[in-house]
């Protein structure tokens, strides 16, 4: 019985570091194109400062009269979380598949459970730098009330990062070939982005509020300003918005599953 003990414990730590090891590639695979890295990382911090310059001072009568740029944070935490897990590792995950890159890697005696799982603790590393670089930024440019409950934030990030990665690598299956990868994944995000209330927030029960209630993004936002609204009474835990993110990823999971390949799309 000890022995077999000992035998799973070491079984464990190998995994472990197998998966370390997978992410301290994909993440060098990352920032060995400082170009691509600095606006996947940056690109939401300018948003930020480009609305906060502009209309962050005003205040948000439909959230209680909060200021504007207590509501912009969170939504960009949210927007940087789903660029990287969503638009960014869909578009990857496509040019690798049909380059060879993934036969490749199949070829290898690394697990594939091992390989998906390097390319999320990647995407969790890139979303953490970002969630901080933002806080940063709204905490010391633009004196944002940030979250007492710091639990319950990174509870949402780290949801919406398995969640948006699930819905990444679906897609990524989804998708023909590498020339339409870009323009495919830019339009439906992008779409869905302008209809989930990023850049004004929605009033609850509108026509638009409930059309985008059946997308992941909008329930990601929510989720992630629940730790950053400042209204009294108002709960840092926003537990619906967090299970049907949950609900999202397993059905991404499954479409994931069903429709993976390995080896580039033949003409």
Known sequence: MSAFVVHGNFRGVRDLRLVGRQVYYEQLSFWLNPVAAIFTVGFSVIFLVLLGATGGRSHVGSLGGIRAIQYYVPGFVAYGVMST????????????????????????????????????????????????LLLLVGKFAYDVVLPQNIAALVVAVIIGVICFTALGIATSTLIPNQDSGGPIVSVVFFVLLFLSGLWYPLKAGSTLATISGYFPIRHLMLATFAPFDTRRGASAWDWHDILILAVWGMAAVFVAARRWRWAPHKD
């Open 85 to 132: 897990c969503f638009n960014t590792l869909a578009v990857a995950l496509v040019i690798r598949r049909e380059t060879g890159l993934l036969k490749r890697m199949r070829l290898s005696p690394l697990p594939t459970w091992v390989i998906l799982a390097g390319v999320t603790g990647s995407a969790l590393v890139v979303s953490v730098a970002q969630v901080a």
